[in-house]
């Protein structure tokens, strides 16, 4: 095997200078994010006239890259346990070939903080996808791309300025989606951890929005991050279909067309593609929410509360049980052969399995 890695010498969380272009540094500094709230500004609830916002259309693969970021900040120290157990033979040969020790990877992310998630920019997501196309065009790694462009030029072309830190992670070659996410975690052979200080912001301040883009070539995939900050901070997560009963979202369980809405703010979504969507919060607004999800592929109406603080919040929402069970018996002389049956439940509407089998007494099974 020969050694594969992200690109090395990421721009961390680079701060805005006073023109809209950021240059990043060779040896990117970690900056601390500003301050950006008015903790007094009253609270707001939802208009009658609520503007619908859409992230993007994130492809399923770049919605479950984000989905492994998003667990990852939300619990550290479980990243890096998942981490130390990885038994991927590519992952642990080019970790190895770099001299990584993995105990110590999982012992330095069980010091880290716990950071809020990151919801998707639509425009952020076409400037990542418009470098990952242009690294399998070229044959090219780099943070400088098309016509000498800095990651921050893309973003501002692709309509993104940051008003916070920005940064960007690269990796041409990965081998799959869960190979470049710990490509970038453990980050082998760059000894800075750029690219783990990019997505689990264990220094400093913390970014808000981010887009990923992810251009397939020769069975494998380029992925691009590129992150930003903006004053609003959003109420972000996935909906989905848990098929395989994981409680984690994974590719083909998105929900589409469901419509997301808060009790606060002046903002709506429906669920793209990959199921996600992100729901601007206007600074200042705090204080208990309620979100309800319904329509489109997600079969009932779904409610959840969740608290703002000015800070993103992360909000799924899965299929609920099927229904009820009927059993109907037959008549008082049936002769019974079995009196057992097993069912098993899956969070997708209508999807039972492992019913028992040669069961007489069951003249029909009905979901209600």
């Not at 619908?52 to 984000?66: A, K, N, R």
């Not at 980050?187 to 970014?207: E, K, T, V």
Request: hydrophobic share 35%.
């Amino acid at each position: 095997m020969h050694l594969v890695q992200p690109a090395p010498n990421p721009p961390v969380m680079v701060m805005p200078d006073n023109t809209t272009i950021v240059k990043p540094a060779s040896n990117p500094p970690v900056m601390v994010m500003p301050e950006m709230y008015n903790k007094n500004k009253s609270e707001k609830t939802l208009a009658p006239t609520a503007t619908l916002y859409s992230h993007g259309d994130p492809t399923p693969i770049e919605q479950v890259l984000l989905e492994y970021i998003n667990r990852a900040r939300a619990n550290p120290k479980d990243e890096g346990i998942r981490i130390y157990n990885t038994t991927d033979p590519y992952i642990l040969s080019n970790a190895s070939r770099c001299g990584v020790n993995m105990k110590t990877v999982r012992d330095e992310f069980a010091t880290y903080p716990v950071k809020p998630p990151i919801a998707f920019n639509k425009n952020i997501i076409t400037a990542a996808r418009l470098h990952s196309d242009w690294m399998v065009e070229t044959g090219i790694m780099d943070h400088v791309g098309r016509n000498g462009s800095t990651f921050s030029q893309r973003m501002v072309a692709a309509g993104y300025t940051s008003t916070g830190a920005s940064g960007e992670n690269i990796f041409k070659d990965a081998r799959d989606p869960w190979f470049s996410h710990l490509g970038f975690q453990i980050d082998w052979c760059n000894p800075d951890l750029g690219h783990r200080q990019n997505i689990m912001n264990f220094s400093g301040g913390a970014y808000k929005e981010m887009g990923i883009g992810v251009t397939p070539h020769s069975g494998m995939i380029a992925v691009t991050h590129d992150f930003g900050s903006q004053l609003n901070s959003f109420i972000c997560g996935v909906v989905y279909k848990d098929n395989n009963n994981n409680n984690f979202y994974d590719i083909g369980e998105g929900l589409s067309g469901v419509t997301i809405t808060a009790s606060k703010g002046n903002y709506y979504a429906v669920s793209s593609t990959s199921g996600g969507y992100a729901i601007p919060v206007e600074p200042g607004t705090t204080g208990s929410v309620t979100i309800e999800a319904k329509g489109g592929a997600l079969g009932s109406t779904v409610v959840k509360n969740a608290v703002l603080s000015g800070q993103n919040v992360k909000v799924d929402f899965t299929s609920p049980l099927p229904g009820q069970v009927s059993l109907e018996y037959p008549g008082l002389s049936a002769v019974l052969t079995q009196k057992a049956v097993t069912f098993k439940w899956f969070k997708s509407p209508g999807n039972v399995s492992d019913i028992g089998s040669n069961f007489p007494i069951m003249k029909t099974l009905r979901i209600l």
